[in-house]
């Protein structure tokens, strides 16, 4: 079993939608939890991170964190097409981020 | 503010070639540098890390090498390339204490053919 599971996708979604993405992990040591996104060709760019359970908002986006679950999510709130990427939870241990294998995101027009 | 800085963007390279890729970083001091190879519709597997210079860690035992020649340079080497080398290799910083944020590089797609 892989230490952090994450589905692959692709989700796809009309303009406009809530996209919900979600990551489980099984290492009650993860600290840190940060989502980062990558398009096609491109390194990935981090857009949130958060420590504690709860709820962290920046602009469309908002992150979830259940530690009780070992849960992650990353609502995307009024999606827009710019949105379409790959988008990758990471937890953190010590030096070491553990990533899971990414959600393709389509947003269509 | 600080930038990663990863070259070359792409390279196509025969088996059995050298590889160097180099990543240097600007704006930060005592960065944690780490490479990573992300295969096709995977996630990131990090092949090597350092957290200073001539230190280098090695996470999976293959046909790759890392250095650390100065405190913000960090190149990946081969001496002999398989066609199971192929692959996006991306680089990425830390700061040496805190929350181990990582911030990547643009990434070089490797062909071995």
């Known amino acids: 079993q892989k230490e952090v599971e994450q589905d692959p996708g692709p989700l796809s979604v009309p303009e406009g939608a809530i996209v919900s993405l979600n990551c489980t992990y099984s290492n009650s040591a993860f600290q840190y939890f940060m989502w980062y996104r990558q398009y096609s060709r491109k390194g990935p760019e981090l857009l949130m991170y958060?420590?504690?359970?709860g709820n962290k908002e920046d602009g469309r986006f908002t992150a979830q964190v259940d530690k009780s679950s070992k849960y992650i999510s990353l609502f995307i709130r009024d999606s827009q097409p710019s949105d379409s990427a790959t988008y990758l939870c990471?937890?953190?241990?010590?030096?070491?981020?553990?990533f899971g294998g990414g959600t393709r995101l389509m947003v269509k027009p | 503010s600080q930038t990663i800085h990863q070259w070359p963007a792409t390279l196509v390279q025969p088996v059995g070639s050298p590889l160097s890729l180099e990543c240097t970083v600007e704006?930060?001091?005592?960065?944690?540098l780490y490479w990573y190879r992300q295969a096709a519709g995977r996630g990131l597997q990090l092949l090597f890390y350092s957290v200073g210079i001539g230190q280098i860690s090695s996470e999976v035992p293959q046909n790759l090498s890392a250095s650390r020649p100065q405190d913000r340079q960090f190149i990946l080497s081969s001496k002999k390339l398989l066609l199971s080398d192929s692959g996006f290799y991306l680089c990425?910083?830390?700061?040496?204490?805190?929350?181990?944020?990582?911030?990547f590089g643009a990434g070089t797609r490797l062909s071995v053919l």
């Open positions: 990425a910083w830390s700061v040496i204490s805190g929350r181990n944020i990582q911030y």
């Open positions: 990471a937890m953190e241990r010590g030096n070491m981020l553990t």
């Open positions: 958060t420590y504690s359970s």
């Open positions: 704006g930060t001091s005592n960065p944690n």
